[in-house]
């Protein structure tokens, strides 16, 4: 039996630091009781990250500006998060729809070290072989020694659709995931291509080795925009 294990186990392997504050985007979310996650700023007031992170135990806060977490950083912007809105459809089970919007008690200020992110088109695909990025600070873990305070990047190629079928077998629906190979990233985190979010580290199958399941952002557009739209800014 292959157990899927969601991307928040996870550290970086392979990668290097990344240049403080060269992904004005990323967001580092502190889940109350719940460790954290990846994430990345959208709108002002929105940030994206993987449903699962969803934790009903206490409240979310959004960190942005921050290279060093476990420093209290010139420029960093701590957000508590009014609103969660994970997809109606996310499935506990089989990670499907993994994906969850967080509205932002106030705006963002943005400025060199704090910007959104553009999205890709609704339902464009990213051609196999992209070499494509993933960042992220390692996530609480039963081995802390795995874990890092400062953000972390690596590159890695998004795989064939008929490649993570394969692997994946039934559990992977090349709507509305895809999968990239060789690291592992941060949960909740933007797999980047070419300047664009075209994924959010979601899952893979427990004592594996990569590629990663990612939620496929370009086939949740129609619903980003639309539950964009009834956000008040």
């Known amino acids: 039996v292959r157990i899927l294990t969601r991307g928040d186990r996870f550290n970086i392997i392979g990668g290097w630091e990344a240049q403080p504050h060269s992904r004005p985007y990323m967001a580092f979310v502190k889940i109350e009781k719940g460790g954290h996650c990846g994430g990345f700023l959208i709108r002002k007031d929105v940030v994206v990250t993987a449903a699962h992170c969803n934790c ?15 420093r209290q950083e010139p ?14 459809e996310y499935n506990d089970e089989t990670l499907g729809n993994d994906i ?8 963002a200020q943005v400025n060199d070290w704090v910007r959104p992110i553009k999205l890709p088109k609704a339902r464009q695909k990213v051609k196999p072989g ?15 020694e795995k874990t890092s305070d400062v ?9 064939e659709d008929e490649f993570c079928r394969l692997y994946f077998g039934r559990e992977y629906n090349y709507k509305s995931m895809l999968c990239a190979g060789d690291m592992r990233g941060d949960s909740g985190g933007p797999l980047v291509c070419d300047g664009v979010a075209q994924g959010i580290v979601s899952w893979d199958f427990k004592d594996q080795s990569p590629p990663e399941v990612y939620t496929r952002l370009s086939h949740f557009i129609p619903w980003i925009k639309k539950m964009m739209k009834k956000l008040p800014h």
Do not use: Y
Request: glycine share 6%; charged share 20%.
């Open 56 to 70: 009903n135990l206490g409240t979310i806060t959004v960190v942005l500006a921050a290279h060093n977490v476990s």
């Open 75 to 88: 420029g960093r912007q701590e957000i508590w998060v009014r609103r969660r809105i994970p997809h109606p």
């Open 100 to 107: 969850m919007l967080l509205q932002l008690e106030s705006p």
């Open 130 to 144: 992209t070499r494509c990025s993933v960042a992220g600070w390692g996530l609480t873990s039963s081995d802390p």
């Open 151 to 159: 953000l972390m990047e690596v590159e890695l190629p998004v795989k």
